[in-house]
């Protein structure tokens, strides 16, 4: 096995090439594709709407159950209706997501955003009435968002060109 030095490592690399030698190594021709897909095809965004979602939501669900405290609810009251925001969500991934074209995927995100959003805003007017809209939003939002960026990332990943599952996981990983 022969030594190369950085130099020729460098080169390479410029050419997309991986040395024989080290069998651990990532071919940078898959990386530069990988990156090619995620920011020329709009993938980027929904990653991006994809983990402010997942963060508003977690935030969500931590004020649904102080604001439930505040108001009064006692554990198992707050863990119903955070068990129902989640019930709701599994009913519309079930009855809405999953009859979605997979071309719909990109704009069943931005709403689910939209349900997210009003979410939030519900918990500002803290009232039993508006905790329970902001639970039932919450859980529509989830269950619009998670599975329809997952469709919609793994679509536009494979659209330039191979429509194959391995691209997709390589997108969606």
């Given at each position: 096995m022969?030594?190369r030095?950085?130099?020729?490592?460098k080169v390479?690399?410029?050419r997309?090439q991986?040395?024989?030698?080290?069998?651990r190594?990532?071919?940078?021709?898959?990386l530069?594709?990988?990156d090619?897909?995620?920011?020329g095809?709009?993938?980027a965004?929904?990653l991006?709407?994809?983990?402010?979602f997942?963060?508003a939501q977690?935030?969500?669900?931590t004020?649904?159950?102080?604001l439930?405290v505040?108001l009064?609810?006692?554990?198992?009251?707050i863990?119903?209706?955070?068990a129902?925001s989640?019930?709701i969500?599994?009913?519309?991934m079930?009855?809405v997501?999953?009859?979605?074209?997979?071309?719909?995927?990109?704009r069943?995100?931005f709403v689910?955003?939209l349900?997210m959003?009003?979410s939030l805003?519900s918990?500002?007017a803290p009232s039993?009435?508006m905790l329970?809209?902001g639970?039932?939003?919450l859980?529509i939002?989830?269950?619009?968002?998670?599975?329809s960026?997952?469709?919609?990332?793994?679509?536009?990943a494979?659209?330039?060109?191979e429509?194959?599952?391995?691209?997709?996981?390589r997108?969606?990983a």
């Amino acid at each position: 096995m022969s030594q190369r030095s950085g130099e020729e490592y460098k080169v390479m690399i410029e050419r997309h090439q991986t040395p024989v030698e080290d069998p651990r190594s990532v071919p940078t021709s898959h990386l530069s594709e990988l990156d090619e897909r995620v920011s020329g095809s709009g993938t980027a965004g929904l990653l991006f709407a994809t983990g402010s979602f997942r963060s508003a939501q977690n935030m969500a669900q931590t004020t649904l159950s102080l604001l439930g405290v505040s108001l009064g609810f006692n554990g198992a009251s707050i863990g119903a209706l955070a068990a129902g925001s989640n019930l709701i969500a599994v009913l519309t991934m079930l009855l809405v997501t999953a009859h979605l074209a997979t071309s719909s995927a990109q704009r069943a995100v931005f709403v689910g955003l939209l349900f997210m959003t009003a979410s939030l805003v519900s918990f500002l007017a803290p009232s039993p009435v508006m905790l329970l809209v902001g639970s039932l939003l919450l859980g529509i939002a989830g269950g619009l968002v998670l599975p329809s960026a997952a469709t919609a990332i793994g679509n536009l990943a494979s659209s330039g060109g191979e429509r194959s599952r391995a691209s997709r996981g390589r997108a969606l990983a």
